[in-house]
């Protein structure tokens, strides 16, 4: 595909197939699940406020699951009743992060913005993959930003505690891992019907940026060039429903728009390996050393 957008092709059926989206009670993925459902999908709508997150479910007639990222106890436990509640996942959407001003640890003792935008995902993806693997077409699709172009991944910092703490470094690193990741993945589910693709939404107007009430309020001001969480949402309903997912496999996206990777960091797989290695260990995942 180049440097080119994606095809524009009929959509993907969507009907009858199981769709689970993180962060799902507001922002792009409130939109996508209302998306999703309306495209005939099951939907896990999966949040961490209780009410917003039963809300989200009952008006898109889905199901919600409430968990907090900031505890991997908790992604154990939603990855537990997802695989009893749901027979097969067709879809994954790894959309679920924020960023926060000040640095922090969460009770597992990793960055809050690392954990929640990292290291989370990858836990949930690794406990839910044998039931990917059981659907003819599951797609993983991460929610990526362009802001991966400044980020640095220092593997003896993840917990980023040296030097002063700068709230966007961080997120950029994170939004880096998550490239990395899909890179990764992609290459691990080689000789499987899963693939893998990340993408940028655009500036848009969410909740990610809760903790900072300058950046909130920018982000949603009428004077913002913020776009609407529907208009964030497209390159996700995009991606999951495009007839074929594996010319985009392993592939990021500036919103509809393949780009190749702009950091020397993004296309180092040596360090796309080793930030998998370390985040099995740092999450006690199934380590996958062979895919098939």
């Known amino acids: 595909m180049g440097g080119g957008a994606m095809a524009e092709r009929p959509a ?3 009907s009858g197939a199981t769709v689970i989206v993180t962060g799902a009670s507001s922002g792009i993925g409130a939109a996508a699940a209302h ?4 495209l005939g999908a099951t939907v ?9 997150t039963a809300a989200v479910a009952r008006s898109a007639g889905g199901h919600a699951h409430l968990a907090d990222f900031s505890r991997l106890d908790d992604v154990r436990r939603l990855a537990a009743e997802l695989l009893e509640r749901y027979p097969r996942i067709d879809v994954l959407a790894n959309n679920a992060g924020a960023l926060f001003s000040s640095h922090g640890l969460t009770p597992d003792g990793h960055e809050r913005t690392f954990q929640i935008g990292h290291l989370a995902p990858f836990l949930l993806t690794t406990l839910l993959w044998d039931h990917l693997k059981q659907s003819p077409d599951a797609r993983i699709i991460q929610t990526g930003s362009n802001v991966y172009r400044g980020g640095r991944i220092d593997l003896d910092d993840l917990n980023s505690t040296r030097g002063r703490y700068r709230m966007m470094r961080v997120y ?5 891992a998550t490239l990395l990741f899909t890179q990764e993945l992609a290459r691990r589910m080689e000789g499987t019907t899963v693939t893998t693709t990340a993408f940028h939404p655009g500036m848009t107007a969410s909740n990610a940026f809760r903790d900072n009430r300058l950046a909130s309020f920018l982000t949603h ?12 949402a497209e390159p996700l309903l995009h991606l999951a429903t495009t007839h074929d997912p594996r010319s985009v496999n392993g592939r990021y996206f500036h919103r509809f728009k393949h780009e190749e990777p702009r950091n020397a960091q993004a296309r180092d797989a040596e360090l796309a390996r080793k930030l998998w290695e370390y985040s099995a260990q740092l999450t006690q995942a199934p380590n996958w050393r062979s895919t098939h």
């Open 12 to 14: 993907r059926n969507l």
């Open 35 to 38: 998306r999703f459902a309306a």
């Open 44 to 52: 896990a709508v999966v949040g961490r406020s209780a009410p917003a």
């Open 172 to 176: 950029s690193m994170t939004k880096l």
């Open 221 to 232: 001001s009428w004077l913002s060039p913020a776009i609407t969480p529907e208009k964030g």
